[in-house]
């Protein structure tokens, strides 16, 4: 009996620094990557507001690049967000220039081809 109760002592133990290890020293890291936050589309007699912030939770600075594509017409704009902060983006979409009623956003990350967020936009 002394021989079983030694290893469930043991057992109990290395379970007790196997969960402390888990809780004090995660495997994964906490790396936190960009975001889109605060997203809100307002309607206006003429226009559409759209509105979001882009926040860089990259440990550098970062490089984004909006393409927005209304009814055939394609704009691009560039923005440099500075690490652990946001920008506020605001776009004026215009009536008379969304003959389908529907923008599309993409956002791609400096140097990367494949888009980091990707949205349509139905306003009517």
């Given amino acids: 009996m002394p ?14 620094v196997l969960a402390g290890l888990a809780i004090f020293r995660p495997l994964v890291g906490g790396h936190e990557f960009s975001a889109i936050a605060r997203e809100s589309v ?11 912030d882009i926040i860089n939770q990259e440990e550098t600075d970062m490089s984004y690049r909006m393409v927005w594509t209304t009814g055939g017409e394609t704009y691009t704009e560039t923005v ?21 009623y ?13 888009p980091f967020e990707q949205v349509t936009y139905h306003l009517k």
């Avoid at 021989?3 to 007790?16: A, E, T, W």
Wanted: zero cysteines; hydrophobic letters at 40%.
């Fill in 3 to 16: 021989r079983l109760r030694i290893f469930y002592v043991l057992s109990i133990g290395i379970l007790g």
């Fill in 42 to 52: 307002l309607e206006e007699k003429d226009q559409w507001i759209i509105q979001f």
């Fill in 80 to 100: 440099l967000v500075p690490k652990g902060t946001g920008y506020s983006h605001i776009r004026h979409i215009y009536k008379e220039t969304v003959p389908e």
């Fill in 102 to 114: 529907k923008v599309n956003m993409t956002l791609f990350r400096e140097g990367e081809s494949a």
